[in-house]
């Protein structure tokens, strides 16, 4: 079996009396999509965020293509090819889809002109235009601000702007809860494009038909630690939401 | 038919969308072709703007064409805006970030005053103490934004009581240092020329100056990454702050700006009055807020231009010379200059509420769309 491009080992962590995380495995693998899936509470955000280097862990061990490393900050996760789709997207309305591209991460141009910071606009256009396309996002304009336009489009840019630079994992957090029918069915393609660059995907929903249709594996996390790691094909609807529940149990793979 | 369909029709009339379709599936470049710099142009406030200063103009000029619309006389409102147009690019700059500073008319006053201390301490009338005074009152402005930016960014007070205290302490500071008695004793190099001089047969000096500054300000909002992170931070600071950029470390030096800024106005106002005129700008603060958000700034954030800004300050001062040619009572201009500014703000929600619809930002749209109701 391949080596998982992101692993955690025994992930606690507590917030007073609160365990939020108790114990947790997890795996991702490259090329695969990996539902997250459990109750309000369960953990996944928490889990998510040890994961992305948003917040630390009491115990436990991350390793990163088979490598143990401590996660400090989400820097270090983007330089490790690790990006995170937040829930509120986390884009700046008044700026155009090609500026939220590339915020913090500008193509300066070359010489004088990128020293006086001057930057290569032509070119993250370009590439910006291509990274949209390549995902077959709808994105109505390069030029309009972003917070013009619909959710559905806002969703697509935010996601491909983290494709664009995730070249390892991508941590899309409940990337359906707003949209409507045909958004979502984008989304989910978009998904799928995504896997097919060989990347990994961790998609965290509430959504059972979503993830029965779309992941390759599912883990459920349920009061703080995995209930259960099942390959998508051996399962359904009924079993997932029993598992999420507790009203049912199956063995850890 | 059943009543979800009638309603989604109903729905679809009133946005007048013939296709449900329509928007959403819009490829880049079709959506490209229709955006052309000509409609951007036509959208932009800045641009409405500029036309109520030319019809202010024409006005004028058809009521004085012998006195208004004379080129001494352009000349002379050009000149008095220069100081107010340095101030209003660092002006710009901060409530772009969603913020404000009303400390610049005090730190002017500051500025000068150290300024003029230190070069009547060395007592020369030569290029050479004239060159350590507008250092000197550049650093001493420098010094009260970066006071300011670290007070808004790293101890998280509001910047509007960061500044409104400021205010109140370089304006204290300038009144004890020269014992409220103005200091009058500016080098005449200084005078000759930035305060009065004229070069291009005929261009004051002191405007030049402020054009160069307009200019610079302009390439680095519009051209730089500096500009693009100070919309950035005013757009959504959370935002920037989750992508890397350093945004405390960005507001400060937006402040340190401004600051710096209100020093080199500090000089100018030395040069052109002879005098640090410690009293002189109580008002200031609030003429350049008033300029920066008639040019179409967003008071909220994350929108605005350089250009709005020279254009919201012309509207002001070509409206008190009008009047004073034309025989008004000068007063009529504050009156004029409220209105314009509420106009403005209303102007600014009326888009910030079309665009968070993601409807059009037109706001001749807007207004037809009202008319036809």
């Known amino acids: ?253 | 038919m059943t009543d979800d369909v009638r309603d989604a029709d109903l729905k679809k009339a009133e946005f007048g969308q013939t296709d449900a379709a329509g928007p959403e599936t819009t490829s880049i470049n079709m959506a490209q072709s229709k955006e052309t710099a000509l409609t951007r142009l036509l959208k932009a406030q800045a641009f409405q703007i500029l036309i109520v200063l030319i019809v202010i103009v024409a006005i004028f000029s058809a009521l004085a064409p012998d006195t208004f619309a004379q080129l001494s006389n352009l000349r002379l409102v050009v000149q008095n805006a220069s100081i107010l147009a340095v101030l209003g690019v660092g002006m710009t700059f901060i409530i772009i970030t969603s913020g404000i500073d009303l400390s610049i008319g005090s730190v002017l006053v500051f500025s000068g005053v150290v300024s003029a201390i230190v070069m009547r301490a060395m007592g020369g009338d030569d290029w050479g103490t004239a060159t350590v005074g507008i250092i000197v009152s550049i650093l001493s402005g420098l010094a009260w934004g970066i006071f300011n930016g670290l007070l808004i960014s790293k101890a998280k007070v509001p910047p509007l009581i960061v500044t409104l205290g400021s205010l109140g302490m370089a304006l204290g500071l300038s009144q004890i240092i020269t014992g409220g008695v103005d200091i009058r004793d500016v080098p005449s190099v200084l005078t000759n020329s930035i305060g009065y001089g004229n070069i291009f047969g005929g261009i004051p000096i002191i405007s030049v100056v402020a054009l160069v500054i307009v200019i610079i300000g302009a390439i680095v909002l519009h051209k730089t990454k500096f500009g693009l992170y100070t919309y950035a931070v005013g757009s959504s600071e959370e935002a920037a702050r989750r992508v890397g950029v350093k945004v405390d470390r960005h507001l400060i030096k937006v402040y340190a700006l401004s600051g710096a800024l209100a020093g080199l106005a500090g000089i100018l106002s030395l040069s052109q009055f002879s005098t640090t005129a410690i009293a002189g700008q109580s008002q200031t603060n609030l003429n350049v807020i008033a300029a920066v958000v008639i040019g179409g700034t967003s008071l909220f954030g994350g929108y605005g231009t350089i250009f709005g800004t020279v254009v919201g300050l012309f509207i002001p001062a070509v409206l008190q010379n009008g009047f004073v040619i034309t025989g008004v009572q000068p007063f009529w201009q504050q009156v004029a200059v409220g209105a314009v500014l509420i106009a403005a703000v209303y102007v600014d929600q009326v888009r910030r509420a079309s665009a968070a619809r993601g409807a059009s930002t037109s706001l001749w749209r807007h207004f037809a769309r009202r008319n036809n109701k």
Request: proline share 4%.
């Open chain 1, 1 to 253: 079996m391949t080596t998982p491009v992101l692993e955690a080992r025994g992930l606690s962590r507590a917030f007073g009396h609160v365990r939020a995380l108790d114990d947790v495995d997890f795996e991702v693998y490259p090329g695969e999509v990996t539902a997250l899936i459990g109750d309000n509470g369960a953990g996944k955000s928490t889990l998510v965020k040890a994961l992305s280097g948003n917040l630390a862990v009491d115990t436990g061990v991350i390793k990163f293509e088979g490598n143990p490393l401590q996660l400090t900050n989400p820097m270090q996760a983007s330089a490790l090819g690790i990006e995170t789709v937040h829930q509120d997207l986390a884009l700046a309305p008044h700026l155009d889809p090609v500026q939220n591209m590339y915020l913090g991460r500008e193509v300066m141009k070359k010489g004088i002109g990128g020293a006086f910071g001057f930057m290569n606009v032509a070119e993250m256009r370009t590439e910006s235009r291509r990274a949209f396309d390549e995902l077959g996002a709808t994105v109505r304009s390069l030029t309009s601000p972003v917070g013009s336009m619909s959710g559905g489009q806002r969703q697509a840019i935010a996601i491909a702007r983290a494709v664009h630079w995730a070249n390892k994992v991508v941590f899309l957090d409940e990337p359906t809860a707003a949209l409507g029918v045909r958004q979502t069915k984008n989304v989910l393609e978009t998904i799928r494009r995504v896997r097919d660059k060989g990347i990994a995907v961790v998609f965290i929903s509430h959504s059972m038909p979503h993830v029965m249709e779309v992941s390759d594996r599912i883990q459920v996390l349920r009061l703080g630690h995995r209930a259960a790691a099942i390959d998508t094909k051996t399962t359904n609807m009924e079993e997932l939401v029993g598992l999420m529940t507790g009203a049912s149990t199956r063995g850890v793979a």
